[in-house]
């Protein structure tokens, strides 16, 4: 993966992993649920997820 400047193209991918790996645990459950079509997360239900400690690292 290539990483992205100022100036660079911007249709090169982008890698998230590092991201996704350091995100709170709640945050990632909540985005890889089945979610219906249209629904709308509300602040509440977000935050709560943002709270949600990660697991410790194996």
Known sequence: MRT???GSD???PI???YHWDKAPAGLTALF???????TEL???TL???RM?????RR
Do not use: D, N, V
Request: glycine residues 12%.
């Open 4 to 6: 992205i400047r100022c």
């Open 15 to 17: 890698g998230l992993r």
């Open 42 to 44: 509300t602040r509440a």
């Open 10 to 12: 911007l249709a090169a």
């Open 32 to 38: 890889s649920g089945e979610h219906k079509q249209g």
């Open 47 to 49: 935050l709560h997820a």
């Open 52 to 56: 949600t400690p990660s697991a410790p």
